[in-house]
């Protein structure tokens, strides 16, 4: 789009149009111009733009969804949805999610890039750190409930390997620390990815920048913080906003680890994710989608702030090598 | 777009979850009796309609033995009367995800199905369905005998089954209830207790007999409910419960006392480590799979109870053959309503149908004694029918719905219906479970029961 934008921003090609050379050229494309933009432009406006304006009109009303006509009350949901403590579990849940789970996986990421370089077959580590990636969460979450089984006649896998070491069962998915068994499933899940980016990045670092520090005796850590941190820091900018988006719509490993699956876990346990779903489809009752896009409208500004404040924070001058 | 594995999984689940008892759901666990009824002769119609087809969205899946009965009697109403039913088997989540949508269109299904208090949340307050008043005048094809005549009125002239208009909306076809469950084999000398203190007494025995008294899953929500709204509703009687819900100063949590001893025994089982190890830190069904191994000696769920029990232990490839024992909670001391808690699950017609006429006379087809006793011989479930058979497992809670002594009335007492549920989400099902789990006394119980309604009012108006 860019390319195709550059002419007519130029604004060079009409008077030398009629010459042909490069003006004509430059004609043709302007004239294709919104031919080509238009069908993508349409298809974005229509699935995306659209429904975006829609969520945030429709979060001003209360509609079932169900063949009646949506009432608009202002502010009232909003009102509401910052009253419940529905949603301010969800809403503390969340950034919890985001906060902590964001630092831990990133620290592991970072610990992992600090060691993977120089260890031999570190591409097959990477290979299988990267495996829970490719599990759907759903599956994971499922899976997870087996692992942190709670029975004394027979415990799951994680109360096994406690009670080798000498350590009681857990009540792992007790509703107070379910938060924390899925924080930890998170980052179990979600280092893998992050390490690939990263090493991905860390790969492109002269390997002679290294050797100078091995050199001037540098230990790991002094290698991770003035060589791999600074040369990835754009790298890590933006994994740090794929975390944030992923982070706040995480939904299917809670919902499917700290409830029955069937219907909507404890409130305690909520996410926005989860609470946008519970008021669309998750209710024995009609379909509050009013609630539900007062949810998302705040999902998409949460989304915006965060994003916006770790681009600030991450802003520093581009290192070129 | 992150719900959908979420949803999918959820509709997995709920075929062997709460929702219903489905019993098995493949061939190999088909009952006896089930070749012997899908061949079975069909019965003539006693009401013929003009139309020749309508369209009906199922809660059913096609291969569960409710839609096996169901087609078989499609099948019937297709020779008998010559309309054919256009059938899309869509399972227990169709209400929010198919119905309500479609409701916003003309192409609507003219038949649906569920439970009254998911009919009625879903589709009747918004307006989608007619008053089904007329069906109970017609004949089911058994003589002069009318749909009124062979199904007692408890099971749908409730409140709860009332549109805007005071008609009733669901025709119910089969009955879910609940019971506190046992294994005759392996709690003997034992009878149902009559009082909480026989009840105590037995729960003390299981422990003394080194097994735990309760199995109980701990994270449905309104599993987790059933012990305080089933004592309460026994102290307040049916409407009770929503009463409370209703007022807006939440005063009524205090001022009632009969919510209070609800709670004080609730606490009592909490406090009294009758509850299963591990019962809070588990995923549905793991725990009444562990009182079907044997583990604890009774089970509080629905009428399902067996079916799914029954259908873990075929699949473990287990010999242990269980033999159900089921009773009713006992009359709390001061309570003065015997209380049966009963979920229809019937027929709605939407209000849109285009084909109402037909599908109308389906409904009072079904309910003749023919097709209806594939409910209890194939489906391994009750019906709301006195004169059918009942599967020996459901025998006692039958016996309890059909007695006139008691009074029905709606699981929770509808609670979790009310208000898109968020008054169970935010306020109540919060508490319920800090009470069953021991970390509240019943009067703290009832005080943030008190606080917690009248800052719901608040904010709701």
Partial sequence: MVDLATPVAAGTGRSRAATGSPGAHAARRRRLFWPFVLPALVLYVVFLVLPTVATVVLSFSSW???????????????????????????????????????????????????????????????????????????????FLGFVFKFQPSGQGLANVLLEAVGIGPVKFLQAEHVTWVVMGALIWAGAGFYITILMAAVDRIPPDLYEDAELAGASPWQKFRHVTLPLTWDVVGVAGVLWTIGAIKIFELVFVLAGPGTYSPPIRSWTLGIYVFDRSFGTVGAPEYGAACACAVVMIVLVSVLVLALRRLMRREAIRY | MSGRPAVAIASLVSLLAAGCGSGGTGSENALPGTEEYLSSPCPEVAVKPSG???????????????????????????????????????????????????????????????????????????????????????????????????????????????????????????????????????????????????????????????????????????????????????????????????????????????????????????????????????????????????????????????????????????????????FQFPMPEGATYDIVEQLPIGFAVTAKADHAEPAKAFIAYFLNKELLRGIPTVADNITPRPDLDVPDDLKDVKAALDDPQKAHNLFMDGLDGLFGGTYVDNVFYPADNDLLSGKITAQEFVDRMATGTAEYWRVHG
């Fill in chain 2, 52 to 326: 020749t087809e309508f369209t009906y969205w199922s809660m059913w899946t096609k291969d569960e033995p409710q839609g096996k009965v169901l087609q078989h009697a499609f099948d019937c109403f297709k020779e008998k009367a010559g309309v054919t039913v256009n059938v899309q088997w869509l399972g227990r989540k169709l209400l929010t995800q198919n119905v309500a949508p479609a409701l916003n269109t003309d192409n609507v299904p003219d038949l649906i199905d569920q439970d009254i208090s998911q009919i009625k949340a879903a589709v009747v307050e918004p307006g989608g369905t007619q008053g089904l008043d007329d069906v109970l005048s017609m004949k089911v094809g058994e003589g002069d005998r009318t749909v009124a005549d062979v199904i007692p009125a408890a099971y749908y002239d409730i409140p709860q089954n009332k549109d805007k208009d005071g008609k009733i909306f669901v025709v119910p076809y089969e009955v879910l209830s609940n019971a506190w469950w046992y294994d005759k084999d392996q709690v003997t000398n034992f009878t149902p207790p009559k009082t909480f203190d026989e009840l105590f007494a037995a729960f003390d025995r299981s422990k003394q007999a080194g097994r735990a008294a309760i199995a109980h899953d701990g994270d449905i929500n309104f599993y987790n409910a059933y012990y305080f709204t089933q004592l309460a509703t026994r102290y307040v009687g049916p409407g009770g419960l929503v009463k409370a819900a209703e007022d807006r100063t939440g005063e009524l949590w205090r001022t009632e006392p009969g919510l209070l001893k609800s709670a004080q025994i609730v606490e009592r089982i909490a406090k009294g480590g009758y509850l299963i190890d591990g019962w809070d830190a588990a995923k549905f069904p793991q725990i009444q799979q562990r009182w079907a191994d044997g583990e604890a000696d009774f089970l509080f769920v629905g009428s399902w109870g067996p079916s799914e029990t029954r259908e873990y232990l075929t699949k473990q490839g287990s010999d242990k053959k269980i033999n159900y024992g089921s």
């Fill in chain 1, 64 to 142: 079932a969804g169900a063949g009646d006509t949506p009432d608009f009350n202002g502010l009232q949901q909003y009102r509401r949805m910052f009253a419940s403590p529905s949603f301010q579990y969800s809403f503390v849940n969340t950034l919890i999610y985001v906060l902590v789970g964001g630092i831990g996986t990133f620290v592991l990421a970072f610990l992992f890039t600090m060691v993977l370089r120089d260890l031999r077959g570190n591409r097959m580590i990477r290979a299988i750190l990267f495996f829970p990636n490719i599990v759907a969460p759903v599956a994971l979450g499922m």
